[in-house]
């Protein structure tokens, strides 16, 4: 049987090749239900050329982080509304979000949003684009919330926060590490050309290939934000220490621990997951015990004196790094979620030795997953209290609330660059 010769997405239409790649991805995202990230690797296969490769990213992302406001200037042009999941209206999104984010001139536009309707109704989309084209077709300040969200934070936090999420939304983040050696912050800070918004952190300022960056290789530093290193920062145990990082993988918070002199056991159900633990522990120079175990079903042999609970969870708190999640129907769904973070939370706090520190953090925007959790936790075991964080733990322009647990929301820090939305409680176990 002879096979289909190999098709070779470099060499069509300029542009095409990257849009086709996105046109994958989001199919991947919005109708598969897979996180971008996860969808790269297979999307993107056939891709060469980085600039293809890495346009097709920014377009997909664009799309996702404008995809209300996409989709209302599309039906404003069309008198039927074309279905979610037509192929017109993704080749739409991904030419719109192209001119209006990108700059893509509109013939190039053009050419390349019909070549993506392939089969599809080539005249409607001509004409919708070239109505918004004529009408030179405008977004909004800040993109509009997905259905849902909007709603659901202004119950819980507010217009305020609600205006300052969405301009998160329209704004790629500003990337953060976390470096190995928190003695190093000024030299790393100036040599990167970065801004440390506390000890151990260096905000980037400019963009570029982060390989090829000073003190990659050498493995000074890892990618982070500064919001997800603060649960590792809030835990208490003393360097020597055996400490459990409890839902572990990618490892970005082991690298910390194990970084400040603790002998970590970092533990996560998901193997591919774990080996970038390794992977990433491996860069660094760094070690600690890897352990692949459902933590429902598993039992450590000895009592820890420090666990750091970082549970699955909706990650809508990361939206601004990954605009995905807004989108994808599991994150929605709470539910299943909540009964794992609790049952986590009760082996946390039966595995550790009497004294020790637990930290719960969950980097979502929905209190059920956070400030709810907690109260329930205590409402049901008496031997757990909250070790109180305080304003000097925390890098300056952040305060914790007076429960004495830290919320992160969008518009701290905004001046700053911002920060994700993270959940973080520290308690501590009856002596
Ligand atoms: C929020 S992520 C952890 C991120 C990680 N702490 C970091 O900083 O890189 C949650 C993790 O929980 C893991 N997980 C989910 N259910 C689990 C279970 N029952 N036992 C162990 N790990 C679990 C997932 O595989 C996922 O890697």
């Given at each position: 049987?002879?096979?289909?010769?190999?098709?070779?997405?470099?060499?069509?239409?300029?542009?095409?090749?990257?849009?086709?790649?996105?046109?994958?991805?989001?199919?991947?995202?919005?109708?598969?239900?897979?996180?971008?990230?996860?969808?790269?690797?297979?999307?993107?296969?056939?891709?060469?050329?980085?600039?293809?490769?890495?346009?097709?990213?920014?377009?997909?992302?664009?799309?996702?982080?404008?995809?209300?406001?996409?989709?209302?200037?599309?039906?404003?042009?069309?008198?039927?509304?074309?279905?979610?999941?037509?192929?017109?209206?993704?080749?739409?999104?991904?030419?719109?979000?192209?001119?209006?984010?990108?700059?893509?001139?509109?013939?190039?536009?053009?050419?390349?949003?019909?070549?993506?309707?392939?089969?599809?109704?080539?005249?409607?989309?001509?004409?919708?684009?070239?109505?918004?084209?004529?009408?030179?077709?405008?977004?909004?300040?800040?993109?509009?919330?997905?259905?849902?969200?909007?709603?659901?934070?202004?119950?819980?936090?507010?217009?305020?926060?609600?205006?300052?999420?969405?301009?998160?939304?329209g704004t790629e983040p500003a990337t953060d590490l976390t470096l190995k050696d928190a003695a190093q912050t000024a030299h790393w800070a100036e040599t990167l050309g970065g801004k440390s918004l506390a000890p151990g952190h260096v905000r980037l300022v400019r963009k570029g290939a982060l390989a090829e960056l000073p003190g990659f290789e050498e493995g000074a530093w890892w990618v982070q934000d500064l919001g997800a290193s603060l649960p590792a920062r809030l835990l208490r145990y003393s360097a020597g220490d055996r400490v459990l990082d409890l839902c572990a993988a990618p490892g970005g918070k082991t690298l910390q621990l194990a970084a400040s002199g603790a002998k970590v056991m970092a533990l996560d159900t998901s193997d591919s997951r774990l080996e970038r633990v390794s992977e990433n522990l491996e860069r660094m120079g760094l070690t600690a015990e890897i352990v692949g175990a459902d933590a429902l079903a598993w039992r450590p042999e000895h009592p820890f004196g420090a666990i750091l609970l970082d549970a699955p969870c909706s990650a809508s708190g990361v939206f601004r790094r990954h605009p995905d999640v807004l989108h994808l129907k599991g994150s929605r769904d709470l539910k299943p979620l909540l009964a794992i973070q609790a049952q986590l939370l009760d082996r946390a706090c039966d595995w550790l030795a009497p004294g020790g520190s637990l930290?719960?953090?969950?980097?979502?925007?929905?209190?059920?997953?956070?400030?709810?959790?907690?109260?329930?936790?205590?409402?049901?075991?008496?031997?757990?209290?909250?070790?109180?964080?305080?304003?000097?733990?925390l890098p300056a322009g952040l305060t914790p609330n007076p429960g004495g647990w830290l919320r992160t929301l969008p518009g701290d820090l905004e001046d700053a660059g911002g920060i994700d939305g993270f959940f973080v409680a520290r308690l501590v176990k009856a002596a």
């Open positions: 049987m002879s096979r289909a010769p190999k098709r070779d997405w470099n060499a069509e239409v300029p542009g095409l090749a990257a849009r086709r790649g996105a046109l994958r991805l989001l199919t991947s995202v919005l109708q598969q239900g897979r996180p971008l990230d996860v969808a790269l690797a297979g999307a993107l296969n056939g891709i060469d050329r980085p600039d293809d490769r890495a346009l097709a990213r920014n377009l997909a992302s664009g799309v996702l982080r404008w995809l209300v406001d996409l989709d209302v200037l599309i039906d404003s042009a069309t008198e039927r509304a074309l279905p979610d999941d037509a192929r017109a209206r993704m080749a739409l999104r991904i030419g719109l979000a192209g001119h209006l984010l990108l700059g893509t001139p509109p013939h190039a536009v053009v050419a390349t949003t019909l070549e993506l309707t392939e089969g599809g109704p080539r005249r409607l989309t001509h004409a919708v684009l070239s109505r918004l084209l004529r009408e030179d077709a405008r977004l909004p300040d800040a993109p509009t919330l997905p259905a849902g969200y909007g709603l659901r934070w202004q119950k819980a936090w507010g217009d305020t926060v609600v205006a300052a999420a969405a301009r998160a939304l930290v719960f953090s969950t980097c979502s925007l929905e209190p059920e997953e956070g400030e709810k959790q907690l109260a329930a936790l205590l409402a049901r075991r008496s031997d757990m209290t909250i070790d109180t964080i305080t304003a000097a733990e």
